[in-house]
């Protein structure tokens, strides 16, 4: 799994002070939808890389940490953002969203986790074969949301004539519908683009052109969730990191 390198300088000296000892009664409970082959839900549990790190995080602090499976992302991040409660639990994180300046209001986050991108997918007997935003004049579009995604997908229609955007519930059924020639395009992460389609069986279906890069990172809600908490977990991911403990 590819990772960004964290700017270790720009990093105040007290964050690297901080101490993962024991945190006496500190639990931290996350929600996730899937998002394969990042995270993804089974019948033991959620799985994938990202749940891999936040247990060893955890397991480094030596605190209580739980992961639940939610249907959707606008669900959690409003169980985040409002600090609400999920069988019995108070919901303090999500893994993983993006970094943007509107979420800081109600989000910590933690140093980046990877770093992938966003792009078109198209069916692969598109005579048109467009290879960058200019060339999709005319197309219908889905994508999942409404999202960051979505709202990206809607800067891209301001500049081009003729695009039309379909809005899906999930990552999965834009690509169904793409397949079925339904919309004449995809835009979606790349990386979960290509697994879906893999795992779905769309052999119809390829990645076209990226648009553009993306950081994702943990995210933990203000309303619920101790700063100092926050704050040992991202020292207790660094540790990790530099030791090469998640590298591999």
Known sequence: MRKTSVLWHLLPPLFFSLSTN??????????????????????????????????????????????????????????VRLGSTFKLKKVNGIATLAWSEERTAWLYYSPPIIQTGYGIFIRKNDIRKPSSILDLQGYTISVHGPSKSSRNLELIKNEIAGLDIDMSF???????????????????????????IRSLGLGNVSYAFDHQTVTYFFAFSKASTDKKVVDRFNAAYIKLYEGGVLKH
């Open 170 to 196: 999930d990552q999965e059924s834009g690509l169904k519908k793409l397949s079925l020639g339904r919309v004449d395009a995809v835009y979606l992460n790349k990386d979960i683009g290509k697994y879906l």
């Open 22 to 79: 024991t945190l006496y009664g500190a639990e931290l409970n996350f929600v996730t939808p899937n998002s394969a082959p990042f995270q993804y839900n089974t019948e033991q549990g959620m799985r994938g890389p990202f749940i891999k790190i936040i247990w060893k995080i955890c397991d480094e602090m030596q605190i209580s940490c739980n992961i639940y499976y939610v249907e959707s992302w606008n669900r959690a991040k409003k169980m």
